[in-house]
């Protein structure tokens, strides 16, 4: 029995062994596959963790990549032209100059503001009559007037700039050292008591008044300067068209010696006083130009007198002379300014552009010019 006991006693202390043995293998297995759960999850999130950082920098590279091609962009449209200026886009100058085109800067600025001087593929040209560019130089015609203006174009690929040519031919440089004008043949030309005509002047193209009124049967006076007769032929048929005037030439050109004559017999008449405010001295008539006419109308029984100016023909003849490149070269209240009385029949041709300046102005010849060249100064 005891020994039974014993055999039994032993029995269960070995079941119990093997139990606890089972159970103890049985709890490392676990703590092995924990152990390797653990690490596996452990390299999972590692693995997640990386591929989200990777991703974060190729994210944030892309995002470089093209804020890169942004700035280079936009550096690009910054550089990119949008215009072209040219200095002086104004130039003065005379009759005949010849121009350095070199004279000219051309810089291009870009959408930054960005100012680039340009030296290379420049055109230049223009369409004006009264200029010529030709071996790097702008050449202005003998025909150009003071007051004539004409544009050249700056072309620099698809972009362009104007400059604007004036004339001016300053007194100071058309009189001699004797007080005589050099530029007798110019329109714009100015003669008065201070500047003289030489002579022996006579203009080469002198043209009979055939289609014209005329009040006096004098074949010298009954002339002009063809460029004024065409003119002059355009006004009378304007005055007669618009208001039904009948307007006559009565005294055009007259030589040096015909002044003479005619200056001497006022001084006999009326004193040299008085016949200076009325009458010029030889050399100092516009009359020997060809340029100026005299004008008169049955209203004032062919006479010249100063209410011509207040004839409905006289009003006409203010407001519209102009307009055919004619100006009253004697006007009421500047006597002091052109030495002579108030002549509103005396029509001087200087061309449509001056004429039209002096028009707006206001001003007499003399003063146009002197206050033009004050303005260069």
Not at 78 to 102: F, Q, R, W, Y
Not at 210 to 221: M, R
Not at 325 to 330: D, E
Request: hydrophobic letters at 30%; one cysteine or more.
């Amino acid at each position: 029995m005891e020994e039974n006991r014993a055999i039994i006693k032993t029995n269960k202390v070995a079941g119990e062994n093997m139990s606890r043995k089972r159970k103890q293998k049985k709890q490392r297995f676990l703590l092995i596959v924990t152990s390797v759960f653990i690490l596996l999850l452990v390299l999972m999130v590692k693995s997640i963790s990386g591929n989200s950082k990777q991703d974060l920098d190729s994210s944030q590279s892309s995002q470089d990549d093209i804020n890169e091609q942004k700035e280079q962009s936009q550096s690009t449209n910054n550089n990119e032209i949008s215009e072209i200026k040219v200095s002086p886009n104004i130039c003065t100058t005379n009759t005949g100059a010849v121009i350095n085109l070199n004279n000219f800067k051309v810089e291009a600025i870009n959408k930054s503001g960005k100012k680039e001087e340009l030296n290379n593929n420049i055109l230049f040209s223009t369409d004006s009559d009264l200029l010529e560019i030709v071996n790097n130089t702008i050449t202005v015609s003998d025909k150009a007037l003071t007051a004539d203006t004409a544009t050249v174009t700056v072309n620099y690929k698809e972009y362009n700039s104007d400059i604007t040519i004036k004339i001016f031919n300053d007194l100071a440089s058309t009189i001699d050292e004797n007080k005589v004008v050099t530029n007798p043949d110019s329109y714009d030309m100015v003669v008065n008591k201070s500047r003289n005509i030489p002579s022996s002047y006579i203009p080469d193209d002198l043209v009979p008044l055939d289609d014209i009124p005329k009040s006096l049967q004098n074949p010298e006076v009954n002339q002009l300067r063809k460029v004024a007769y065409d003119a002059l032929k355009e006004l009378f048929a304007a005055a007669k068209e618009e208001q039904s005037f009948d307007l006559y030439a009565r005294s055009g050109y007259r030589s040096y010696n015909t002044q003479v004559s005619l200056y001497s017999s006022y001084v006999s008449n009326h004193g040299q006083e008085a016949a200076d405010k009325f009458s010029a001295r030889p050399g100092q008539s516009e009359h020997q130009t060809g340029l100026a006419m005299d004008i008169t109308c049955p209203t004032m029984n062919y006479q010249l007198d100063t209410t011509f100016g207040d004839k409905e023909e006289g009003k006409w003849i203010a407001e519209n002379a102009h307009k055919f490149g004619f100006i009253v070269r004697y006007p009421k209240g500047k006597e002091e300014i052109t030495g002579y009385q108030y002549e509103p029949w005396h029509l001087r041709y200087v061309g449509p552009s001056l004429a039209e300046e002096i028009y707006k102005s206001q001003l007499t010849l003399e003063e146009y010019f002197e206050q033009f060249e004050q303005f260069e100064q």
